[in-house]
């Protein structure tokens, strides 16, 4: 729920911010399966992206799923570690330069693609499996944004994202 549009926290939620730049690409071809990194990638509107196993599959927001670089040093520094690599959260995107929270109730723009905020991605029980003890905590208030594709096109390493007012 937004304040009222003449607030001060309406204003600072509407304040300008610095685009930020899509620094990673993954899919994941089937469950369980490693993800695969790739240099660019299509967004289909209502689906997701192609060749990612969520594709259609997920009705709802869960869509895409978005991690601020900045977040995977702090949750490598949870686990006394260097940052976590991007597939091992499994995450579709990475993006550095903006708070993806940002986003909130927002549309933004990457590459040709329309996306919208449609809620924060949560850990689920695997990130114990994948990162060991302590992983699922290390995650917790960090595991990124999920969206929803409203407009599809082609995505590519260093496209900016920029929110949509």
């Known amino acids: 729920m937004r304040p009222p549009p003449e607030s001060l ?10 685009p930020g730049r899509l620094a990673w690409i993954g ?23 192609e060749g990612d196993r969520w594709k259609g599959a997920v009705t709802g927001g869960r869509q895409v799923t978005l991690i601020a670089a900045g977040h995977l040093a702090a949750i490598g520094g949870f686990l ?16 550095e330069g903006v708070n993806l929270l940002a986003l909130k109730g927002r549309r933004f723009r990457i590459g040709a693609a329309l996306l919208e905020f449609s809620g924060e991605c ?3 029980s695997r990130m114990e499996e994948v990162l060991g003890p302590g992983g699922y905590n290390a995650v917790r208030g960090h595991g990124g ?5 409203t407009e599809g096109g082609a995505i590519r390493l260093g496209d900016p994202l920029t ?3």
């Open 122 to 124: 949560h850990p689920c």
């Open 145 to 149: 944004i999920t969206a929803r594709v």
């Open 80 to 95: 006394g570690r260097a940052a976590v690599p991007p597939e091992a959260l499994r995450r579709n995107l990475v993006i």
């Open 163 to 165: 929110r949509v007012d």
């Open 9 to 18: 926290m309406a204003r600072l939620l509407d304040a300008p911010m610095a």
């Open 27 to 49: 899919l994941r071809p089937a469950r369980r399966a490693a993800m695969r990194a790739v240099d660019q990638a299509m967004l289909a509107p209502g689906q997701g992206l």
